[in-house]
Nanobody, 127 residues
Framework: QVQLVESGGGLVQAGGSLRLSCAASGLTFSRSPMGWFRQAPGKEREFVAVISWSSRSTYSSDSVKGRFTISRDNAKNTVYLQMNSLKPEDTAVYYC????????????????????WGQGTQVTVSS
């Protein structure tokens, strides 16, 4: 049984930082590209960042580029999202997803490519 458990969300002032974690179990984490998505109230879930299973390839959406950094520790089966210079528009529920398989460089950005999802963690940025 695959489980993805996010943590690290909370309330922060604009300009602040948070680090989200996603602990995975029940899958071959070291061969799974991992991604972060978010969903704001009244909006569709959107892509934030992805990292290949080898960590050699990452990609972020334009809205977070330069502020958010995705990383992973395969020994701990955990993927991270370091979020700096947070803005009120970053307020959303953040989800991690796993998309097992593919080449060492694979970095899926479409929601439909992800097979497993966590329950989400709320991030609220106050102005």
């Amino acid at each position: 049984q695959v489980q993805l458990v996010e943590s690290g969300g909370g309330l922060v002032q604009a300009g602040g930082s948070l680090r989200l974690s996603c602990a995975a179990s029940g899958l071959t984490f070291s061969r799974s590209p991992m991604g972060w998505f978010r969903q704001a109230p009244g909006k569709e879930r959107e892509f934030v960042a992805v990292i290949s299973w080898s960590s050699r390839s990452t990609y972020s959406s334009d809205s977070v580029k330069g502020r958010f950094t995705i990383s992973r520790d395969n020994a701990k089966n955990t993927v991270y999202l370091q979020m700096n210079s947070l803005k009120p528009e970053d307020t959303a529920v953040y989800y991690c997803g796993a998309a097992p398989g593919g080449s060492y460089y694979r970095r899926p950005i479409e929601e439909r490519e992800y097979e497993y999802w966590g329950q989400g963690t709320q991030v609220t940025v106050s102005s």
